[in-house]
């Protein structure tokens, strides 16, 4: 059995960040990952990351307020004063560590205009933001002496007496489980984008610290906001950065028409992503599009611009699509991106209400992607997310390092879980074929929630995809893995990972019935409209014996009323 | 249409482990990459295919592998244009690093070089309020080093590492300037001085495979060539390596063609005997053959035609460093 005081699952930008933060604190940390930190997903944060520096005289106040209408009125409003008040202070933290931020002519950082903010404050490495930021986090982590567990699969989260102690994991090399014992845990395992298909995320999004998390009874919100980014390649889903549009780039339709200036005569391309995807998308309903997409035009920047400050663009035109970006526009359409909601929690990270009003866990903490604090609402701002993950990563750690200061070591029974997590695999192990496979159900799964839970949704279609996903995971139980070795067994990880999918899966489609209104990403054919008075609260998936159960939670409004939002 | 993979494989839970080549046969489209072929045998043909794949965009830097012989990612390589002319598109895991199964390489011994360098940003001196200034154009030169994705495609095919795998390789040096270029790092002194030791900058042969293999345009040859000439400009030339550089530029100043037999000389130094008896077998193998350089050593005709070449270099070096 390992032991720690401070366990982290996840090493992505948040989980490095909490990891980092619990280590300085003086804790013991153990930081675990089924991929090596830097294959993790925050490396395709290609733009940016916000912060209003007062240097620049720019003020935290108005990127709040510009994070608050980009969220339709459903973010928390003390949560979004916190990350944007502490934006400052972490990218001057990401600099010192080494980050090499693009400079303007007198060496300062410089900036780039993002989509749904009134000035330029997001911070950049050429369009590689995010890998920049990973790399260096990792340095510091290999500076630290963090012990971190590389290609490591957590099974099951260890949860008694309603608080969290541990993880069960996989060493995906050898194959074998391990116990680990922890104060306090943080989950930082990103999001649930492969639950659609396409989807600009990487493979390795596959919900799990959000489905562990809800399975141990830790309520989950705003579940039915999912972003679909304006700028994707049609077929595999992969991004192109809202950097292109921040450069100058223009979308048009089939007739070259830039329609964002009817649609958005103020911010026009940079309007927020849930305006412009769905822009994009009625262009196409229309008639106006071009064989389903629409047009990503950025010749007119020149062809050095699109080298110095769109290189991967570049690069991805030309090897995924055979298209030069320098003398093509290239088609592009909305994909499913990022997801706003997750595992609740307050600014501190804590999935578990202090209050008793909400339920959660205790000694469990999340932060990233996989969490919901909520900072994004309805809809997330480019290059908000990667504040997201600093931040709360930080508050995260700091906080579970503190409280675990305090604790004595928790008391897990080592042999029984490691026999109900053997058990599990197992099983999955002994089935035997049916002609169905984990590639098969992903697939229906991707498909179903794309065609109905996308762009534009309606009740007829929801309840579809609510009896497709029960269906799924009646198929789910009966499926067999066809690699039955204990090493390397990629195999078997995917058909984890496909359970862990469909409990996101669920609580996306429950939450996305529920909400009869349109707010930010989340549109409904059936209900166009944004209804405060109703709806201004944020809705929660808990998981019980009885299945699904919902609640709700009032917004946090501190200064910002609702207004109409215009771009 | 179809396409044919030959995928070397490797079990090492069989009773035999022992690498061997599969051939699967699959229906691909026009734009598929060799990660999307994969992809699709792993879950329609064969689950037990164990690769690692993640972003699909070239930045994750999961799917290094050799394709045709060659290393580089699969999920940036088009299969129509590996397929052309040949009968079968051939897929191995990378090189230089044992496999743990299938296309899964081991990169412990990759992540272990990397660290040697110390590879975190070691400024000197009180933090500054704000961020460190920095000029603009040092910044946006090192984002082409900083681009590097860990991949490892470089290391698979280096021909160095083939003969001497404590070499620290091509992606630890890179990463090793990254720091070194950095107007914020004050540890170039110490660093340059690791780094001109055995297994550091003066092992590379120039062969120019990682910079071929490299699928982010990193130049790591070019990179540690770069670290050759911090390192002498600040002062480690007690090493074969400088030496070498130096008395090649010496001589071909001089007499407008190299001296191999003076070249060794100055290099090794001529009281160095156990380095001169070692190179003896070489020179029996030039007599030999008829390749032996002459003893007596003359200049080209031209030869002040070189020295102004040198002259003209120089002055343009200079230029630069302004």
């Given at each position: 059995m390992l032991e720690c005081d401070v366990l982290v699952i996840g090493a992505g930008l948040a989980g490095m960040r909490a990891?980092?933060?619990?280590?300085?604190?003086?804790?013991?940390?153990?930081?675990?990952?089924?991929?090596?930190?830097v294959r993790s997903h925050s490396n395709a944060a290609q733009g940016g990351i916000n912060a209003a520096l007062?240097?620049?005289?720019?003020?935290?106040?108005?990127?709040?307020?510009?994070?608050?209408?980009?969220?339709?009125?459903?973010?928390?409003?003390?949560?979004?004063?916190v990350m944007c008040s502490e934006a400052g202070r972490?990218?001057?933290?990401?600099?010192?560590?080494?980050?090499?931020?693009?400079?303007?002519?007198?060496?300062?950082?410089?900036?780039?205009?993002?989509?749904?903010?009134?000035?330029?404050?997001?911070?950049?490495?050429?369009?590689?933001?995010?890998?920049?930021?990973?790399?260096?986090?990792?340095?510091?982590l290999m500076k630290s002496g963090v012990q971190s567990l590389e290609e490591w699969f957590v099974t099951d989260l260890i949860v008694a007496d309603g608080e969290c102690r541990g993880c069960v994991a996989m060493e995906i090399r050898s194959g074998t489980l391990q116990v680990i014992r922890a104060k306090t845990v943080v989950l930082a395992t990103g999001g649930l984008g492969r639950v659609f298909e396409p989807s600009t995320n990487a493979l390795i999004c596959t919900g799990d610290g959000i489905a562990l998390a809800y399975k141990a009874g830790v309520p989950l919100m705003d579940m039915e906001m999912v972003q679909f980014h304006p700028t994707t390649l049609k077929g595999s889903g992969v991004l192109i950065t809202e950097g292109a549009r921040a450069e100058g780039g223009y979308l048009l339709n089939k007739d070259g028409d830039r329609f964002m200036l009817k649609y958005a005569p103020s911010m026009k391309e940079l309007a927020s992503r849930d305006v412009v995807s769905r822009c994009e998308q009625t262009e196409i309903n229309e008639g106006r599009g071009v064989d389903g997409c629409v047009l990503l035009d950025l010749r007119h920047l020149g062809e050095k611009t699109i080298k110095e400050r769109l290189i991967q663009i570049y690069e991805i035109g030309r090897d995924l699509t055979g298209i030069d970006i320098t003398k093509e526009p290239i088609p592009i359409r909305p994909g499913m991106h990022y997801q706003m909601g997750g595992i609740k929690t307050d600014v501190d990270g804590r999935a578990w209400d202090v209050k008793g009003q909400w339920g959660g866990i205790r000694n469990l903490f999340a932060a990233g992607e996989c969490a919901c604090v909520s900072v994004h609402g309805g809809n997330r701002l480019g290059a908000n997310s990667l504040l997201d993950t600093v931040v709360f990563g930080r508050r995260s750690g700091e906080a579970a390092s503190q409280m675990a200061k305090d604790m004595k070591p928790t008391e897990v029974s080592e042999e029984k879980w490691l026999k109900s997590s053997e058990d599990k695999l197992r099983s999955l192990l002994a089935r035997e074929?049916?002609?169905?496979?984990?590639?098969?159900?992903?697939?229906?799964?991707?498909?179903?929630?794309?065609?109905h839970l996308g762009v534009f949704r309606e009740e007829e279609g929801m309840l579809a995809t609510k009896a497709k996903v029960e269906d799924l995971k009646r198929r789910y139980e009966k499926v067999a893995v066809q690699d039955k070795g204990k090493m390397f067994n990629t195999a078997l990880i995917f058909g984890i990972e496909l359970g862990y999918m469909l409990d996101c899966a669920e609580t996306v489609v429950l939450g996305a019935i529920e909400r009869k209104e349109s707010r930010g990403a989340h549109h409904r054919l059936d209900y166009p409209q944004r209804d405060d008075g109703n709806w201004m609260k944020h809705i929660l998936v808990h998981e019980t014996p009885e299945g699904p159960r919902l609640s709700y939670q009032p917004v946090t409004v501190t200064r910002w009323q609702p207004q109409e939002r215009k771009y | 249409m179809e396409a044919i993979l030959k995928v070397k494989r490797f079990n090492p839970e069989a009773a035999k482990p022992e690498p061997y080549w599969q051939e699967y046969r699959v229906e691909v489209e026009p734009h598929f990459t060799v990660l999307d072929a994969l992809i699709k045998i792993r879950e329609e043909k064969d689950e037990t295919l164990s690769l690692r794949c993640s972003c699909r965009s070239a930045i994750c830097g999961s799917c290094a592998m050799r394709i045709n012989g060659h290393a580089t990612l699969?999920?940036?390589?088009?299969?129509?244009?590996?397929?052309?002319?040949?009968?079968?598109?051939?897929?191995?895991?990378?090189?230089?690093?044992?496999?743990?199964?299938?296309?899964?390489?081991?990169?412990?011994?990759?992540?272990?070089?990397?660290?040697?360098?110390?590879?975190?940003?070691?400024?000197?001196?009180?933090?500054?309020?704000?961020e460190y200034l920095a000029p603009a154009d040092a910044m946006q030169h090192l984002v082409g080093v900083m681009a590097c994705i860990m991949c490892g495609a470089c290391v698979s095919d280096c021909t160095v590492l083939e003969i001497d795998p404590n070499f620290l390789g091509p992606a630890a040096l890179a990463k090793a300037y990254r720091f070194v270029g950095d107007p914020r790092?004050?540890?170039?002194?110490?660093?340059?001085?690791?780094?001109?030791?055995?297994?550091?900058?003066?092992?590379?042969?120039?062969?120019?495979?990682?910079?071929?293999?490299?699928?982010?345009?990193i130049a790591p040859m070019d990179r540690i060539m770069a670290l050759r000439d911090r390192a002498m400009d600040a002062g480690f030339r007690n090493n074969t390596g400088s030496r070498h550089t130096e008395a090649f530029e010496e001589i071909v100043e001089h007499?407008?063609?190299?001296?191999?037999?003076?070249?060794?000389?100055?290099?090794?130094?001529?009281?160095?005997?156990?380095?001169?008896?070692?190179?003896?077998?070489?020179?029996?193998?030039?007599?030999?053959?008829?390749?032996?350089?002459?003893?007596?050593?003359?200049?080209?005709?031209?030869?002040?035609?070189?020295?102004?070449?040198?002259?003209?270099?120089?002055e343009a070096q200079k230029g630069d460093r302004k």
């Open positions: 990891a980092l933060a619990a280590h300085t604190n003086g804790a013991k940390v153990i930081m675990v990952s089924k991929v090596h930190p007062t240097d620049r005289g720019d003020s935290w106040e108005d990127h709040a307020f510009d994070t608050v209408k980009g969220s339709d009125y459903l973010g928390d409003q003390d949560a979004i004063e972490e990218i001057i933290q990401m600099e010192h560590w080494g980050v090499i931020f693009s400079r303007d002519e007198e060496g300062h950082l410089g900036t780039r205009t993002f989509g749904g903010q009134r000035r330029a404050r997001t911070f950049f490495v050429a369009d590689m933001t995010g890998q920049a930021i990973l790399h260096v986090m990792y340095e510091q074929a049916n002609g169905d496979s984990v590639a098969k159900i992903r697939w229906d799964l991707g498909t179903s929630m794309v065609e | 699969a999920c940036k390589t088009k299969l129509s244009e590996m397929a052309r002319g040949r009968p079968a598109v051939t897929v191995e895991p990378a090189g230089n690093m044992p496999t743990i199964k299938d296309l899964v390489a081991d990169m412990t011994p990759f992540w272990s070089k990397v660290m040697a360098v110390e590879p975190w940003l070691q400024p000197r001196g009180p933090e500054p309020q704000g790092d004050q540890a170039d002194a110490e660093r340059l001085q690791a780094l001109s030791r055995y297994s550091g900058i003066w092992d590379c042969t120039r062969c120019n495979e990682c910079v071929q293999a490299c699928p982010k345009g007499s407008g063609r190299l001296d191999e037999l003076r070249l060794a000389i100055k290099t090794f130094g001529m009281m160095n005997v156990p380095a001169m008896l070692g190179l003896a077998p070489v020179g029996l193998r030039a007599l030999m053959r008829g390749k032996m350089p002459p003893i007596f050593h003359k200049p080209i005709p031209n030869a002040q035609a070189v020295q102004k070449l040198f002259k003209k270099v120089e």
